[in-house]
């Protein structure tokens, strides 16, 4: 059975840094690629980063520049590196995967930016 679960989110003030944790089980981890999505109130969730098996990554636009995907296929865990925070990433993010063509997500962790 997949599990992935984030840790990591909270308060932050607008210019401030977060690290996002997704910690995975049931999955041989390191075969996968990984994904990081966001969804904030009343608008679709939409992928932020992703990172391949062989730590290629892509980024949103809204995001490039700031946030940094990475991985520990020896602690089955990615992450998240969320730097110059803006108010408008407030959101709950998951962390995903697709294993043999099933989406697999996280309970989500909230992050709220603001002063």
């Known amino acids: 059975q997949v599990q992935l679960v984030e840790s990591g989110g909270g308060l932050v003030q607008p210019g401030g840094s977060l690290r996002l944790s997704c910690a995975a089980s049931?999955?041989?981890?390191?075969?996968?690629?990984m994904d990081w999505y966001r969804q904030a109130p009343g608008k679709e969730r939409e992928l932020v980063a992703a990172?391949?098996?062989?730590?290629?990554?892509n980024y949103a636009d809204s995001v490039k520049g700031r946030f940094t995907i990475s991985r520990d296929d020896a602690e089955y865990t990615v992450y998240l590196q969320m730097n110059s925070l803006k108010p408008e990433d407030t959101a709950v993010y998951y962390c995903?995967?697709?294993?043999?063509?099933?989406?697999?997500w996280g309970q989500g962790t909230q992050v709220t930016v603001s002063s």
């Open positions: 995903h995967v697709i294993r043999y063509g099933i989406n697999y």
């Open positions: 990172i391949s098996s062989s730590t290629d990554t």
């Open positions: 049931g999955i041989a981890f390191s075969l996968y690629p």
